[in-house]
């Protein structure tokens, strides 16, 4: 019986998702599913989850074993799935709350930016020691990850561990959905090459039977007012830029430097789209506000609406089929270190670029050079992630002001010594996660 272990399994969305996606494979019809979370309440209600999963997919052979405890959740595992979220709202909010002091408008803030940089802080140390326990309790099995901020975090796990671990997105797959119903193009017969960083890739390359989508997705966007607002700042990226990016409107105006820095700017670009996150301050935050007043009521409305027997767009259960199930090879974009990968990317940076996965492993395809002007943004975002991830491990305070001193949003609302103070606040109210950065 194979046993899939789900550290921060109270992620509802991922967590249900794989499960049934697994129960999809032959090989996976008789599992023993390890949940584990710290919050008792999400525990309770993830496990409802997973027990309504196991019957309607018929599959009475699996196992459930809901625990608080990592060590009994991963022992002699053979997969690992991790989506946890150190720091909860009480911490959290500072990230979104301190910067907006200083003019730093931020929408999710669990990526890049100053936000990004100190939800990387805090959770690099709580990775490194999940991947200590692999390690020790589960040498062999195969490592995913979800947590954001993705790049950052699969960086420091990569460099700093012996674990074979990637990291997994739905954007680049979520984007390929979208796109193919705006230009009614059948999404499995798009050809895509997807290259650069997490939430910050580019498709290089997106064709149907041979010919470039590109020229008609330009017309549509430029003809079509209700297609170009659903998508405002990724829309006026491509218009300008040639490229379509991965990852929602909201997401990629704090990745840059043109969309968040004035009030004007905000309005035009970050408050009127009509798709699920056009760019409104605390987006996310104000979602976890909401869901904390009553942490059931997520699992409840899972639990009462109709049951789907479909397989998602996620790639978590492929790759554990192609890994430990039946061998079938997948390719995704996976997050890995470059080492060639995308030659005008540093080879140390963490990148998202097509991967296969099979018995033997992860193996990272040649993606090829990045357009020059989009190298530009994409090495400007990979250096600073990679100097953050630096940063932790020498727990050094100048090293991250350096960092965000390049941050192209907080860079562009702020002065240098600005961002310093914006930093040292943010030092202060993580002093409990961080310890003494010197």
């Known amino acids: 019986m194979k046993k899939i272990a789900f550290i921060g399994a109270g992620s509802l969305q991922f ?21 584990m979370d710290t ?49 909860d709202i009480d911490v959290w909010q500072y990230d979104i709350t301190i910067p907006k ?36 309790y589960c040498p062999k099995a195969v490592f995913l990850n979800y947590t954001n901020p993705m790049s950052m975090l699969c960086g420091a796990m990569q460099k700093y561990s012996n674990v074979e671990v990637t990291g997994l997105c739905h954007s680049v797959q979520g984007t390929i959905k979208m796109l193919a119903e705006w230009l009614d193009v059948p999404k499995d017969e798009i050809d895509y090459t997807c290259m650069g960083v997490n939430h910050q890739a580019f498709y290089t390359r997106l064709e149907h039977r041979g010919e470039s989508l590109y020229p008609r997705l330009r017309e549509l966007i430029t003809s079509n007012e209700e297609i170009l607002n659903k998508e405002q700042v990724r829309n006026e990226m491509f218009l300008k830029l040639g490229y379509y990016v991965t990852e929602s409107s909201g997401h990629n105006s704090e990745y840059n430097q043109w969309f968040r820095k004035r009030p004007d700017l905000i309005e035009k670009y970050c408050t009127h789209g009509t798709n699920w996150n056009p760019g409104e301050h605390a ?36 790759i554990f089929n192609a890994r430990i199930g039946d061998g079938k090879p997948f390719v995704f974009n996976g997050n890995v270190i470059n080492h060639g990968s995308i030659p005008n990317v540093p080879d140390d940076a963490c990148v998202e670029v097509p991967v296969v996965a099979d018995r033997m492993g992860f193996r990272t395809t040649i993606a090829g050079n990045l357009p020059e002007h989009i190298a530009i943004l994409v090495n400007t975002t990979a250096r600073l992630e990679s100097l953050v991830v630096e940063a932790a491990m020498k727990k050094s305070r100048e090293l991250v002001y350096r960092a965000a001193y390049m941050d192209p ?24 996660f961080l310890g003494d950065y010197t």
């Open 101 to 136: 002091k200083y003019g730093v408008d931020v929408n999710v803030g669990d990526t890049r930016s100053v936000s990004g940089i100190f939800r990387a802080l805090r959770n690099i140390p709580l990775m490194l020691e999940i991947c200590e326990d692999i390690k020790k």
């Open 409 to 432: 949003l907080a860079s562009a609302v702020c002065s240098l010594d600005e961002i310093k103070n914006m930093c040292d606040e943010l030092f202060e109210i993580n002093r409990d």
């Open 39 to 87: 919050n008792e309440t999400n525990l309770r209600g993830i496990t409802k989850v997973v027990e309504k999963i196991i019957k309607e997919m018929d599959c009475p052979g699996c196992k459930i074993v809901a625990t608080q405890n990592r060590r009994e959740a991963l022992l002699d595992a053979d997969g690992v799935l991790c989506t946890v979220f150190n720091g």
């Open 15 to 35: 967590t249900s998702s794989c499960v049934r996606d697994l129960l999809t494979f032959p090989a996976f019809r008789e599992t023993e599913f390890r949940l």
């Open 283 to 318: 987006f996310s935050l104000n979602l976890r506000r909401d869901r904390a007043k009553d942490t059931m009521k997520q699992y409840e409305a899972w639990l009462n609406k109709p049951f789907s027997k479909e397989k998602s767009i996620e790639y978590a259960a492929d």
